[in-house]
Protein backbone atom coordinates (compact mmCIF):
# COMPACT_ATOMS: atom_id res chain seq x y z
CA UNK A 1 0.00 0.00 0.00
CA UNK A 2 1.33 3.83 -0.45
CA UNK A 3 2.14 6.05 2.11
CA UNK A 4 2.57 9.71 1.68
CA UNK A 5 4.74 11.51 3.80
CA UNK A 6 4.73 15.03 3.81
CA UNK A 7 6.50 18.09 4.98
CA UNK A 8 6.85 21.92 4.49
CA UNK A 9 3.63 23.26 6.88
CA UNK A 10 4.23 25.62 9.37
CA UNK A 11 3.30 29.21 10.74
CA UNK A 12 3.17 31.83 7.84
CA UNK A 13 2.00 35.61 8.06
CA UNK A 14 -0.64 36.69 5.74
CA UNK A 15 0.92 37.51 2.32
CA UNK A 16 3.63 35.03 2.52
CA UNK A 17 4.59 31.90 0.96
CA UNK A 18 4.80 28.29 1.77
CA UNK A 19 5.63 25.07 -0.13
CA UNK A 20 4.15 21.75 0.93
CA UNK A 21 5.64 18.49 0.12
CA UNK A 22 4.39 14.95 0.20
CA UNK A 23 6.98 12.05 -1.31
CA UNK A 24 4.77 8.46 -2.04
CA UNK A 25 6.67 5.13 -0.38
CA UNK A 26 5.96 1.76 0.78
CA UNK A 27 5.43 -1.64 -1.46
CA UNK A 28 3.19 -0.21 -3.68
CA UNK A 29 3.15 2.96 -5.97
CA UNK A 30 0.16 4.42 -8.26
CA UNK A 31 0.50 6.56 -10.94
CA UNK A 32 -2.72 8.02 -10.53
CA UNK A 33 -3.65 11.28 -10.03
CA UNK A 34 -3.05 13.54 -7.15
CA UNK A 35 -4.79 16.04 -4.89
CA UNK A 36 -4.61 18.41 -2.60
CA UNK A 37 -7.38 18.57 0.59
CA UNK A 38 -7.22 20.81 3.19
CA UNK A 39 -9.63 20.87 6.63
CA UNK A 40 -10.04 23.89 9.40
CA UNK A 41 -11.33 23.00 12.61
CA UNK A 42 -15.14 22.54 12.09
CA UNK A 43 -15.39 22.27 8.78
CA UNK A 44 -15.73 19.44 6.16
CA UNK A 45 -12.78 18.68 4.28
CA UNK A 46 -12.27 20.88 0.62
CA UNK A 47 -10.70 20.36 -2.37
CA UNK A 48 -7.74 22.91 -3.25
CA UNK A 49 -6.13 21.41 -5.66
CA UNK A 50 -5.16 18.13 -7.98
CA UNK A 51 -2.73 16.35 -10.81
CA UNK A 52 -2.92 14.35 -13.54
CA UNK A 53 0.40 12.52 -13.28
CA UNK A 54 1.15 11.85 -16.44
CA UNK A 55 -0.29 14.63 -18.80
CA UNK A 56 -0.06 16.89 -15.78
CA UNK A 57 -3.33 18.61 -16.68
CA UNK A 58 -4.44 20.54 -13.12
CA UNK A 59 -7.83 21.54 -11.46
CA UNK A 60 -8.06 24.31 -8.49
CA UNK A 61 -10.76 25.50 -6.43
CA UNK A 62 -11.92 29.33 -6.64
CA UNK A 63 -10.59 29.73 -3.23
CA UNK A 64 -7.30 29.39 -4.35
CA UNK A 65 -6.37 29.54 -8.14
CA UNK A 66 -4.07 32.63 -8.75
CA UNK A 67 -2.56 32.10 -5.40
CA UNK A 68 -1.64 28.30 -5.61
CA UNK A 69 -0.21 25.99 -7.57
CA UNK A 70 0.58 22.29 -7.67
CA UNK A 71 3.23 21.03 -9.65
CA UNK A 72 4.14 17.34 -9.66
CA UNK A 73 7.93 15.23 -10.13
CA UNK A 74 7.10 11.80 -11.56
CA UNK A 75 10.64 10.80 -11.09
CA UNK A 76 10.31 11.62 -7.56
CA UNK A 77 6.92 10.07 -6.79
CA UNK A 78 5.94 13.93 -5.31
CA UNK A 79 3.54 16.36 -5.74
CA UNK A 80 4.01 19.98 -4.55
CA UNK A 81 1.30 22.67 -3.93
CA UNK A 82 2.90 26.18 -3.83
CA UNK A 83 1.06 28.64 -2.12
CA UNK A 84 1.68 32.51 -2.27
CA UNK A 85 -0.24 35.41 -0.93
CA UNK A 86 -1.63 33.16 1.94
CA UNK A 87 -4.81 34.44 3.83
CA UNK A 88 -5.86 33.66 7.39
CA UNK A 89 -8.49 31.88 5.92
CA UNK A 90 -5.97 29.37 4.21
CA UNK A 91 -5.51 28.21 7.59
CA UNK A 92 -5.68 24.25 8.05
CA UNK A 93 -4.89 20.77 8.28
CA UNK A 94 -3.61 20.37 4.40
CA UNK A 95 -3.71 16.45 2.99
CA UNK A 96 -2.31 15.00 0.06
CA UNK A 97 -3.94 12.48 -1.69
CA UNK A 98 -4.03 9.60 -4.55
CA UNK A 99 -6.97 9.25 -6.96
CA UNK A 100 -8.09 5.55 -6.89
CA UNK A 101 -8.56 5.47 -11.06
CA UNK A 102 -7.21 6.80 -13.77
CA UNK A 103 -9.85 8.80 -14.64
CA UNK A 104 -10.36 12.44 -13.54
CA UNK A 105 -13.91 12.73 -12.89
CA UNK A 106 -14.75 14.45 -9.87
CA UNK A 107 -11.77 15.51 -9.11
CA UNK A 108 -12.72 17.39 -5.66
CA UNK A 109 -14.72 14.66 -4.08
CA UNK A 110 -13.01 13.15 -1.52
CA UNK A 111 -14.37 9.62 -2.54
CA UNK A 112 -12.83 9.55 -5.62
CA UNK A 113 -8.69 9.18 -3.44
CA UNK A 114 -7.63 6.29 -1.98
CA UNK A 115 -4.62 7.24 -0.13
CA UNK A 116 -4.16 9.70 1.89
CA UNK A 117 -1.15 11.44 4.08
CA UNK A 118 -1.29 11.89 7.44
CA UNK A 119 -1.68 15.84 7.35
CA UNK A 120 0.41 18.85 8.02
CA UNK A 121 -1.02 22.06 9.62
CA UNK A 122 -0.79 25.56 7.50
CA UNK A 123 -1.53 28.62 10.03
CA UNK A 124 -1.63 32.23 8.39
CA UNK A 125 -1.43 34.87 11.55
CA UNK A 126 -2.39 38.34 10.64
Known amino acids: QVQLVESGGGLVQAGGSLRLSCAASGRTFSNYGRGWFRQAPGKEREFVAA????????YYADSVKGRFTISRDNAKNTVYLQMNSLKPEDTAVYYC???????????????????WGQGTQVTISS
Open 51 to 58: IAWSGGRT
Open 97 to 115: AVRNSPYYSDVGGTASYSY
